[in-house]
């Protein structure tokens, strides 16, 4: 119909890169006729892109036009309804309607089949299972390769008794809920009739308020003990709560007893756990511990080539390794990192690139990665133990401080490139082979000594912030 | 060429109506010209600021020939006022200039070409008209355009707020220390109203239109029409036309701050209260003019203070016997309302001394006057 | 004595069309492609220095917005609306932190999306880490301040929609004379406004003067 704007259209996508392009040039609607002697009416589908396309673009537009009628042409730009355009921000009240819904989840076409969304949310209310964390998108590496392992298995023959219950613990942000999404989603797909629930810790204490409020404790109990597989993310948020506790005891009982699996996340082991009842957390080592760790860098790059394969991009290696070098605590901010790259070259339209990375790290990444030294991996370590950094230097020889100062030892070989003989000056002038036998020490207990290697971690992630 | 001859009266009063709203400087010479135009036996007299424009016309005119012409509006009225009431005068258009003759009396004018004068491009699509007598519409102004403010940076509150909605025809002013509301209903109602969840119309009339028309506007049950167009209001009424530019501007929420709920409410004579108010605003500062009014059960006391240290107190027997009150009020603020209320009594409803006070007449809901008190 | 007046001057609040991109036009593509439909990521966290106009967008977003310094604990967080925006998460206390914990959990899960401001990027947030990695792991983007010829735009954009004529000298004026970042000067603009209106008074640089005494006597 409006051979300008065609034509208009597609300088501006030559010009601009794609985002800016579909962002703020693409939601424009021409109104009316093309009649340059009146001059072109463009519509904005929100005050935000009208005044954003105004302040930045409205002056080639109009030399467009001008090119193109070869007369000036003067444009206007008015907020109008008709340009029913894929980024309309302001339409609807987000507060009610929800524009976005389950959609977004599985797939990235705004508009889709309302029954396909309704179905998908009424399967999704049944189970509280998010599709898209499975086991074949689990990115695996030393760090998570008992858990998964063990997940696995559970998730083949759910209820045996030596993985029942599975107990996963590990940091924030390493994939726990993953894993567990991904058990309850590959029994479903063995078996679709098996009842399986997910539910966060702090939802469970939300139902059991609920029904105390509402006096349907009966209803309560009934459900969580018809199920075939309880999910149960994030237990450390029981803490304190003993009615809650009470209630999850009765229904561990009654679904173990029924040899029905039960898979717990935690942020730690189970003896660690504050606030719990001692018979839960007994209860908890019956079946099978396993943890996840911090990935290692290897898994980290294997991690973001993957994410970004999902994203149709490509990551060269060094591009990835430089990322994973620099976030290294955990996988959520690894995938956040990722994103802001992706998004840094959409909006400059160029190739991802190590120096691109560079630059769209550089807030997040910048001054936050400030250099672990001996001194404050000391100062860590004296506060965590609440010991005094002078007894790390000291001749003392308790246990209470023998221990936190291999660790202290440990960590300073680990994260930074001092060598023995100078980390044996840092701890109060000690020879080179007692900071090997630290060393030695602590990776010996880290396989023997959940509490241990629990502190370790830790401090890992304290310290690599 | 003879445009008419007439009795003065005839010629005087339409222009009378049409010059007042006559710049007396202005960039554009011309603007200080009526257009006279005489087609047939009719003779119209039509002047502009270019915001408003008001033509009106008498018949009578004679001689042969259709002509038009623009003269001084100023300088021509003066003449014809000048004239015994009983003369009888011509105006004749000679070589340019405009010939007045009356008896003995002989007056030549300047004149500048018709085809100059600066005619306002009249809008075709009509949005809503209707139709009250002059005295209603007349009545609505004098209830509110006194609170419009006058030269305020915020335009849109130099005017006067009218809205059309439900078969009611609303006016507001307000210049942000009072407001004023009136409102009437409307027998005819537009067919484009009539419809259910039909959008309300509204339009700023700027103040000088106000001012113009509350001139104009007889106390009588003769016809008013009121068009509303996209960018313009026209008032037809008796041989007057009048068009008016309108503030593009929106209105602020009127709604919003008419006190919904009073804690206290006492009625006063309003004759009895004006009397003192008048007496007592003698005595207030200049620039402030702020009065202290004072109520307690049985009793209101207006004193006011000047810089001079000179004071004044009157005190009027009320019959109220609510919380007691001490406050602040700008006293040309309610002279204003109490001199163009006709009723017999008023009725004052406030919560506090630091928010608004609602002046409303008993048993009549039709009327609203919002005023913000002085810290004292 | 002093003409109080009436509530009737138009409130300004916070749009997409009243704000001033200045250098953030990265971040500002980034949450308008966020903001439409077609978005998949369900956290956009926004984060900088006070007066860069976080609280600006959040409350433009028109999600629903909460405010962790007014209310730490979230205890006004409708959970069933599909779009949040909370602001200062950094000042969320324990309670708060498990709720926004649980909301993004919930988010995520129904597809709902978050957008938050905080202080500093997450990675040196003081939040408990279950939530700071969460918050880690949408989109984040830094907020740059306005440059002083920015502001001075913005000012007058922000008077224009009040209806008000400043005198040109009257911004220069502002800006030597009282507290530059944004927040500071919009507020400061809301009071000559008002005092404006109470004196019956044009915007000149006398009255400005007035203003000026006043609000930083308080």
Same mark, same amino acid.
């Given at each position: 119909?409006?051979?300008?704007?065609?034509?208009?259209?597609?300088?501006?996508?030559?010009?601009?890169?794609?985002?800016?392009?579909?962002?703020?040039?693409?939601?424009?609607?021409?109104?009316?006729?093309?009649?340059?002697?009146?001059?072109?009416?463009?519509?904005?589908?929100?005050?935000?892109?009208?005044?954003?396309?105004?302040?930045?673009?409205?002056?080639?537009?109009?030399?467009?036009?001008?090119?193109?009628?070869?007369?000036?042409?003067?444009?206007?730009?008015?907020?109008?309804?008709?340009?029913?355009?894929?980024?309309?921000?302001?339409?609807?009240?987000?507060?009610?309607?929800?524009?976005?819904?389950?959609?977004?989840?599985?797939?990235?076409?705004?508009?889709?089949?309302?029954?396909?969304?309704?179905?998908?949310?009424?399967?999704?209310?049944?189970?509280?299972?998010?599709?898209?964390?499975?086991?074949?998108?689990?990115?695996?590496?030393?760090?998570?390769?008992?858990?998964?392992?063990?997940?696995?298995?559970?998730?083949?023959?759910?209820?045996?008794?030596?993985?029942?219950?599975?107990?996963?613990?590990?940091?924030?942000?390493?994939?726990?809920?993953?894993?567990?999404?991904?058990?309850?989603?590959?029994?479903?797909?063995?078996?679709?009739?098996?009842?399986?629930?997910?539910?966060?810790?702090?939802?469970?204490?939300?139902?059991?308020?609920?029904?105390?409020?509402?006096?349907?404790?009966?209803?309560?109990?009934?459900?969580?003990?018809?199920?075939?597989?309880?999910?149960?993310?994030?237990?450390?948020?029981?803490?304190?709560?003993?009615?809650?506790?009470?209630?999850?005891?009765?229904?561990?009982?009654?679904?173990?007893?029924?040899?029905?699996?039960?898979?717990?996340?935690?942020?730690?082991?189970?003896?660690?756990?504050?606030?719990?009842?001692?018979?839960?957390?007994?209860?908890?080592?019956?079946?099978?511990?396993?943890?996840?760790?911090?990935?290692?860098?290897?898994?980290?790059?294997?991690?973001?080539?993957?994410?970004?394969?999902?994203?149709?991009?490509?990551?060269?290696?060094?591009?990835?390794?430089?990322?994973?070098?620099?976030?290294?605590?955990?996988?959520?901010?690894?995938?956040?990192?990722?994103?802001?790259?992706?998004?840094?070259?959409?909006?400059?339209?160029?190739?991802?690139?190590?120096?691109?990375?560079?630059?769209?790290?550089?807030?997040?990444?910048?001054?936050?990665?400030?250099?672990?030294?001996?001194?404050?991996?000391?100062?860590?370590?004296?506060?965590?133990?609440?010991?005094?950094?002078?007894?790390?230097?000291?001749?003392?020889?308790?246990?209470?401080?023998?221990?936190?100062?291999?660790?202290?030892?440990?960590?300073?070989?680990?994260?930074?490139?001092?060598?023995?003989?100078?980390?044996?000056?840092?701890?109060?002038?000690?020879?080179?082979?007692?900071?090997?036998?630290?060393?030695?020490?602590?990776?010996?207990?880290?396989?023997?000594?959940?509490?241990?290697?629990?502190?370790?971690?830790?401090?890992?992630?304290?310290?690599?912030? | 060429?003879?445009?008419?001859?007439?009795?003065?009266?005839?010629?005087?009063?339409?222009?009378?109506?049409?010059?007042?709203?006559?710049?007396?400087?202005?960039?554009?010479?011309?603007?200080?010209?009526?257009?006279?135009?005489?087609?047939?036996?009719?003779?119209?007299?039509?002047?502009?600021?270019?915001?408003?424009?008001?033509?009106?016309?008498?018949?009578?005119?004679?001689?042969?020939?259709?002509?038009?012409?623009?003269?001084?509006?100023?300088?021509?009225?003066?003449?014809?006022?000048?004239?015994?009431?009983?003369?009888?005068?011509?105006?004749?258009?000679?070589?340019?200039?405009?010939?007045?003759?009356?008896?003995?009396?002989?007056?030549?004018?300047?004149?500048?070409?018709?085809?100059?004068?600066?005619?306002?491009?009249?809008?075709?699509?009509?949005?809503?008209?209707?139709?009250?007598?002059?005295?209603?519409?007349?009545?609505?102004?004098?209830?509110?355009?006194?609170?419009?403010?006058?030269?305020?940076?915020?335009?849109?509150?130099?005017?006067?707020?009218?809205?059309?909605?439900?078969?009611?025809?609303?006016?507001?002013?307000?210049?942000?220390?009072?407001?004023?509301?009136?409102?009437?209903?409307?027998?005819?109602?537009?067919?484009?109203?009539?419809?259910?969840?039909?959008?309300?119309?509204?339009?700023?009339?700027?103040?000088?239109?106000?001012?113009?028309?509350?001139?104009?506007?007889?106390?009588?049950?003769?016809?008013?029409?009121?068009?509303?167009?996209?960018?313009?209001?026209?008032?037809?009424?008796?041989?007057?036309?009048?068009?008016?530019?309108?503030?593009?501007?929106?209105?602020?929420?009127?709604?919003?701050?008419?006190?919904?709920?009073?804690?206290?409410?006492?009625?006063?004579?309003?004759?009895?209260?004006?009397?003192?108010?008048?007496?007592?605003?003698?005595?207030?500062?200049?620039?402030?003019?702020?009065?202290?009014?004072?109520?307690?059960?049985?009793?209101?006391?207006?004193?006011?203070?000047?810089?001079?240290?000179?004071?004044?107190?009157?005190?009027?027997?009320?019959?109220?016997?609510?919380?007691?009150?001490?406050?602040?009020?700008?006293?040309?603020?309610?002279?204003?309302?109490?001199?163009?209320?006709?009723?017999?009594?008023?009725?004052?409803?406030?919560?506090?001394?630091?928010?608004?006070?609602?002046?409303?007449?008993?048993?009549?809901?039709?009327?609203?006057?919002?005023?913000?008190?002085?810290?004292? | 004595?002093?003409?109080?007046?009436?509530?009737?001057?138009?409130?300004?609040?916070?749009? =997409?069309? +009243?704000?001033?991109?200045?250098?953030? &036009?990265?971040?500002?593509?980034? #949450? *308008? !492609?966020?903001? $439409? @439909?077609?978005?998949?990521?369900?956290?956009?966290?926004?984060?900088?220095?006070?007066?860069?106009?976080?609280?600006?967008?959040?409350?433009?977003?028109?999600?629903?917005?909460?405010?962790?310094?007014?209310?730490?604990?979230?205890?006004?967080?409708?959970?069933?609306?599909?779009?949040?925006?909370?602001?200062?998460?950094?000042?969320?206390?324990?309670?708060?932190?498990?709720? =926004?914990? +649980?909301?993004?959990?919930?988010?995520? &899960?129904?597809?709902?999306?978050? #957008? *938050? !401001?905080?202080? $500093? @990027?997450?990675?040196?947030?003081?939040?408990?880490?279950?939530?700071?990695?969460?918050?880690?792991?949408?989109?984040?983007?830094?907020?740059?301040?306005?440059?002083?010829?920015?502001?001075?735009?913005?000012?007058?954009?922000?008077?224009?929609?009040?209806?008000?004529?400043?005198?040109?000298?009257?911004?220069?004026?502002?800006?030597?004379?009282?507290?530059?970042?944004?927040?500071?000067?919009?507020?400061?603009?809301?009071?000559?406004?008002?005092?404006?209106?109470?004196?019956?008074?044009?915007?000149?640089?006398?009255?400005?003067?007035?203003?000026?005494?006043?609000?930083?006597?308080?």
């Amino acid at each position: 119909m409006s051979s300008f704007w065609t034509s208009c259209l597609s300088q501006f996508e030559q010009e601009l890169p794609p985002q800016q392009f579909n962002t703020w040039i693409r939601p424009l609607r021409l109104e009316g006729e093309e009649d340059c002697a009146r001059g072109l009416r463009l519509l904005a589908p929100n005050g935000f892109i009208l005044k954003w396309v105004k302040e930045r673009y409205l002056a080639r537009i109009e030399e467009l036009g001008s090119e193109y009628f070869s007369v000036p042409v003067s444009v206007t730009l008015t907020l109008g309804e008709r340009a029913a355009a894929p980024l309309n921000m302001t339409s609807g009240s987000p507060g009610k309607a929800p524009p976005v819904t389950g959609a977004t989840v599985t797939s990235g076409t705004a508009v889709k089949n309302a029954s396909l969304v309704d179905q998908q949310r009424s399967s999704y209310e049944k189970t509280r299972l998010i599709p898209t964390f499975t086991f074949d998108n689990l990115v695996v590496g030393k760090a998570n390769d008992l858990a998964r392992a063990a997940s696995r298995q559970v998730a083949i023959s759910p209820g045996e008794a030596t993985y029942n219950p599975l107990f996963i613990y590990g940091g924030a942000g390493l994939g726990k809920t993953h894993l567990v999404h991904a058990i309850g989603n590959q029994i479903l797909e063995h078996d679709p009739d098996k009842v399986v629930r997910y539910v966060h810790a702090e939802d469970y204490y939300s139902d059991v308020v609920r029904a105390y409020q509402q006096k349907s404790f009966d209803v309560f109990k009934r459900y969580y003990r018809s199920l075939d597989v309880l999910l149960l993310d994030d237990v450390q948020f029981f803490n304190n709560k003993n009615r809650t506790q009470e209630e999850f005891f009765y229904v561990f009982n009654a679904l173990s007893e029924s040899k029905k699996q039960i898979v717990i996340s935690c942020d730690t082991y189970p003896k660690n756990i504050s606030g719990l009842e001692d018979r839960l957390i007994t209860r908890f080592d019956w079946g099978l511990t396993v943890q996840i760790e911090p990935p290692e860098t290897e898994m980290r790059v294997a991690i973001l080539k993957k994410k970004a394969e999902v994203e149709g991009v490509a990551l060269d290696d060094e591009v990835a390794f430089y990322v994973a070098k620099h976030l290294r605590s955990n996988v959520r901010e690894l995938e956040g990192a990722l994103k802001k790259v992706l998004a840094y070259s959409a909006f400059h339209g160029r190739q991802i690139s190590l120096d691109l990375a560079k630059e769209a790290l550089k807030d997040l990444i910048g001054s936050v990665n400030r250099q672990i030294t001996v001194e404050n991996i000391q100062k860590t370590v004296a506060d965590y133990f609440k010991i005094k950094v002078a007894d790390l230097f000291s001749k003392k020889r308790t246990r209470v401080i023998v221990r936190p100062r291999q660790i202290a030892m440990w960590l300073a070989k680990n994260l930074t490139s001092q060598s023995y003989p100078s980390i044996g000056d840092a701890f109060g002038g000690r020879d080179h082979t007692t900071v090997l036998h630290a060393v030695r020490t602590i990776d010996d207990l880290r396989t023997k000594d959940n509490e241990l290697n629990h502190n370790v971690h830790v401090l890992l992630q304290v310290l690599k912030g | 060429m003879l445009l008419i001859k007439t009795r003065r009266d005839t010629l005087l009063a339409p222009l009378q109506a049409v010059s007042g709203i006559v710049e007396r400087r202005h960039t554009l010479p011309i603007l200080s010209n009526v257009l006279l135009e005489k087609k047939g036996d009719v003779l119209t007299f039509l002047a502009t600021d270019i915001e408003i424009q008001i033509t009106t016309s008498s018949t009578g005119a004679m001689g042969d020939g259709d002509g038009a012409i623009t003269v001084g509006a100023r300088k021509l009225q003066e003449i014809l006022r000048s004239l015994p009431e009983s003369a009888e005068v011509s105006l004749m258009l000679d070589d340019r200039r405009l010939q007045v003759k009356a008896g003995r009396s002989r007056f030549s004018l300047q004149t500048l070409p018709a085809d100059d004068f600066p005619c306002m491009a009249l809008s075709d699509a009509e949005i809503t008209k209707f139709t009250v007598t002059q005295k209603q519409f007349r009545h609505l102004l004098t209830q509110t355009s006194y609170s419009m403010a006058a030269q305020d940076v915020r335009y849109y509150l130099n005017g006067l707020l009218l809205l059309v909605d439900d078969g009611t025809l609303r006016a507001v002013a307000t210049d942000g220390h009072r407001l004023a509301y009136s409102s009437m209903p409307l027998d005819d109602v537009p067919e484009a109203l009539r419809q259910e969840g039909a959008a309300r119309k509204e339009l700023i009339v700027p103040r000088k239109t106000v001012i113009e028309l509350s001139r104009l506007l007889a106390d009588n049950d003769e016809p008013l029409t009121i068009e509303m167009l996209p960018s313009q209001a026209r008032f037809q009424f008796g041989q007057i036309n009048l068009v008016s530019k309108l503030i593009d501007g929106r209105f602020p929420d009127y709604e919003r701050v008419i006190p919904s709920s009073l804690r206290n409410v006492v009625s006063v004579n309003r004759a009895l209260l004006l009397q003192s108010m008048v007496r007592a605003a003698i005595l207030t500062n200049e620039k402030f003019r702020g009065v202290r009014l004072i109520l307690s059960e049985g009793s209101l006391k207006i004193m006011a203070a000047n810089a001079e240290q000179e004071e004044a107190q009157e005190e009027i027997e009320v019959d109220y016997s609510g919380e007691a009150l001490d406050v602040g009020f700008n006293v040309a603020y309610l002279l204003d309302v109490l001199n163009n209320t006709p009723d017999e009594t008023i009725e004052w409803g406030f919560n506090d001394a630091n928010s608004s006070a609602l002046l409303t007449i008993p048993g009549n809901d039709r009327f609203k006057y919002v005023v913000m008190p002085m810290r004292i | 004595m002093r003409q109080l007046i009436l509530d009737l001057l138009p409130e300004a609040p916070p749009s =997409l069309d +009243n704000f001033v991109a200045g250098s953030n &036009a990265e971040a500002l593509t980034g #949450l *308008a !492609a966020w903001l $439409a @439909p077609t978005n998949r990521e369900s956290l956009f966290l926004l984060w900088g220095e006070a007066g860069a106009g976080k609280s600006h967008l959040l409350q433009a977003s028109q999600c629903a917005y909460s405010d962790a310094r007014r209310d730490p604990d979230l205890s006004t967080v409708e959970p069933q609306n599909d779009c949040h925006a909370v602001d200062h998460v950094e000042a969320l206390d324990a309670a708060g932190q498990i709720a =926004l914990f +649980n909301l993004i959990n919930r988010l995520r &899960a129904s597809g709902g999306r978050l #957008l *938050a !401001a905080a202080s $500093a @990027p997450p990675r040196r947030l003081a939040l408990r880490e279950d939530l700071r990695t969460r918050l880690g792991s949408g989109l984040v983007y830094r907020l740059l301040p306005l440059s002083d010829a920015e502001k001075l735009a913005a000012l007058g954009e922000q008077a224009r929609a009040r209806g008000l004529v400043l005198p040109p000298e009257a911004f220069s004026y502002l800006f030597l004379r009282a507290p530059r970042d944004m927040r500071s000067l919009a507020a400061l603009l809301t009071a000559i406004d008002r005092y404006s209106l109470e004196q019956k008074r044009p915007i000149t640089l006398p009255l400005l003067r007035e203003v000026l005494q006043t609000s930083l006597d308080i």
